[in-house]
């Protein structure tokens, strides 16, 4: 029997991901052992295995194949934009992707400025003040404590995630607008859909069903 491939985003989406699909009965071994650094876990009898990525890879494995099935955050998949099917909203890990700054950037925003923005998410960022806003920025792309640009004087405003608000609120910003609302899905690959479309049907509904329980 071929795998089905299942790649995980890395962290706290996958721990969650894993206890769903224990769930319905799907468990690989070892997967659940905490501070494992193994990356990949088989489950031979039923034929399934999950390996763990970085979130910004689980759609580059997915589109290519090498994973049949990935769970991944709405923020990535829409950076990302590559050709997959999403297919379930898996309803945790809840958050905002929203343009924020020091409540003094507010009107920067209304006026149409030419403003810097700086994000970890550029694709997003961009299609948000081109086709929504139609204001013209700069897109400065960042790796991670985004909260920092505009505190520090390199953009007006980030284009970031939220999800308590404390680390705004810890530095003194504030969200000013909201782009949209974020949780984890699952995405499938558009030739295996159609190749194992039984086995990942059964799949996607244990999900919906151990969701739901
Ligand atoms: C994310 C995001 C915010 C923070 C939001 O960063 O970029 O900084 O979490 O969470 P909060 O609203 O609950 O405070 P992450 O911790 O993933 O690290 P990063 O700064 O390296 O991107």
Redesign the pocket.
């Known amino acids: 029997m071929r795998y089905i491939t299942i790649a995980l985003t890395k962290g706290r989406l996958a721990k969650k991901t894993l206890e769903l699909f224990d769930r319905f009965g799907i468990t690989a071994e070892g997967s659940m052992d905490s501070g494992t650094r193994r990356l990949i876990f088989e489950n031979e009898e039923l034929g399934i295995r999950f390996f763990m990525a970085k979130g910004p890879d689980v759609p580059t494995y997915v589109a290519y194949g090498a994973a049949d099935i990935g769970i991944v955050g709405r923020d990535t998949i829409l950076e990302e934009n590559r050709k997959l099917y999403e297919v379930l909203d898996l309803g945790y890990g809840k958050?905002r992707m929203c343009i924020c700054g020091p409540e003094s950037a507010r009107p920067l925003l209304e006026g149409g400025a030419q403003i810097r923005v700086a994000t970890?998410y550029p694709r997003i960022a961009k299609d948000y003040f081109l086709n929504k806003k139609h204001q013209t920025v700069e897109i400065i792309k960042l790796?991670?404590?985004?909260?920092l640009a505009p505190i520090v004087g390199l953009a007006e405003v980030i284009c970031?995630?939220?999800?308590?608000?404390?680390?705004?609120?810890?530095n003194g910003l504030t969200v000013l607008e909201e782009v949209c609302p974020l949780s984890a899905r699952v995405v499938v690959n558009q030739v295996s859909m159609k190749l194992e479309n039984e086995r990942i049907s059964a799949i996607i509904r244990g999900l919906k069903e151990a969701l739901e329980a």
């Open positions: 958050c970890k790796n991670g404590s985004i909260e970031d995630i939220v999800e308590t608000g404390a680390t705004l609120h810890e």
